[in-house]
């Protein structure tokens, strides 16, 4: 394995929590999904022994909590054994699925071997236009899975990625929410890294709509209290701030990819000269500490202006690097969805023809591009 000298600068903290992409493989085909627009084949993932290792390499490193995710990770048919194997390091589990092909079996065997909760993704509250936004029909396995995660104990989260075509639904998304019995929902603005950015211009809401939904958060929250935990994850393109990427570069978490390739973000994949790291071929505690890819943006010192001289630098940190990329080729320049970035008038520009635009989103001749599954269709276990 390679020597790396060590970056000068303080020791970092070490992450707490790990994203597991234990797959890309996924029966769903949402237009926002994340993952890169080339899909890592079921013949180039780690092996069990492999995410074995990383967990128990990931519980040394200082991790306590890990989300098992994809794709879709009941895919894989050695999921009981991976999720054994983090509760063996003392790693708390979160199963992040679809909730396709989740059977109370496949679900009695996970809770034995020390899974501890389950977010469930949901596109929308009525079904008709839950499975068009899925790519099939997928609504009532999703209510199903919610049932059955509840019967079992565990505690249930809802994550709905909002976007154009479920915004002005929000008060029947937590009315679900609550029908479902689920502890917490997520409401995630859309992200727009791979399959997202390519959908961008069927995706991107109105001024109008993200100001009645933020609205309609606090409405619910007040009416809900305890009884719900409302989680609104801010737009980037609307306000003229900058949020940090991942509370930072490289600063509480990390994502293992598929093929075993460590990134300090999800979306990392898409910054082409990272030079990405893989737990194939380095411990994991040099990638945290030492490798290139994790050190380049972290903390402050790699700034330019005007985020060097910002007193928001140690706040925001400049943004996201990977939407930084995204919009202007350079992973180092502040996030445009800063008001003080000198490319801040892309973002007005894409808020502005999403307002003046389509309001369907698409043309009517053809959908906008879905993401591919990858490998096997079928779902083991159930």
Not at 354 to 372: C, I, L, N, S, Y
Request: proline fraction near 7%; glycine fraction near 8%.
């Amino acid at each position: 394995m390679a020597a790396v000298s060590a970056p000068s600068g303080p020791r970092p903290d070490p992450p707490w929590a790990l994203l597991a992409e234990l797959t890309h493989g996924c029966p769903l085909h949402c237009t926002y999904c994340s993952n890169p627009l080339e899909l890592i084949d079921r013949k180039a993932e780690l092996t069990t022994e492999q995410w074995q290792d990383v967990l128990r390499q990931a519980a040394d490193l200082g991790v306590v909590s890990a989300h098992l995710s994809g794709g879709e990770p009941l895919y894989r048919s050695d999921l009981v054994a991976i999720v054994a194997a983090a509760a063996d390091a003392g790693i708390h589990t979160q199963l992040v699925t679809s909730g396709v092909g989740l059977g109370r079996e496949r679900l009695d065997r996970l809770v034995d071997a020390g899974l501890r909760s389950v977010q469930l993704s949901v596109q929308h509250a009525a079904a008709p236009a839950s499975d068009r936004i899925a790519g099939r029909r997928s609504f009532a396995a999703k209510e199903r899975a919610a049932a059955l995660v509840r019967d079992a104990g565990l505690p249930l989260g809802v994550n709905v990625v909002l976007h154009r075509h479920n915004l002005d639904a929000l008060d029947a998304l937590i009315d679900l929410a609550v029908a479902w019995r689920a502890d917490r929902i997520e409401l995630a603005n859309t992200q727009f890294y791979g399959w997202a950015l390519l959908n961008r211009t069927a995706l991107l809401p109105t001024r109008a709509q993200v100001a009645r939904a933020e609205r309609t958060v606090r409405r619910r929250r007040a009416q809900l209290g305890d009884a719900l935990d409302v989680v609104w994850v801010v737009p980037d393109h609307f306000d003229g701030n900058a949020k940090p990427c991942m509370g930072g570069w490289g600063a509480v978490s990390l994502t293992v990819a598929p093929d075993g390739t460590a990134l300090p973000c999800p979306a990392a994949a898409s910054i082409t000269g990272l030079a990405a790291p893989s737990v194939r071929d380095h411990p994991l505690s040099w990638i945290w500490y030492h490798s290139p890819a994790f050190t380049r943006y972290r903390g402050t010192d790699w700034m330019r202006d005007p985020c060097r001289s910002c007193d928001r630098r140690e706040v925001d940190f400049g943004g996201c690097r990977c939407q930084a990329f995204a919009l202007t080729g350079d992973a180092a320049a502040t996030d445009p969805a800063c008001r003080l970035s000198p490319d801040h008038g892309l973002v007005r520009d894409l808020v502005r023809a999403a307002a003046e635009g389509d309001p369907e989103g698409v043309g009517r001749a053809r959908g906008p591009a879905r993401r591919p599954s990858t490998g096997r269709r079928g779902v083991a276990g159930g």
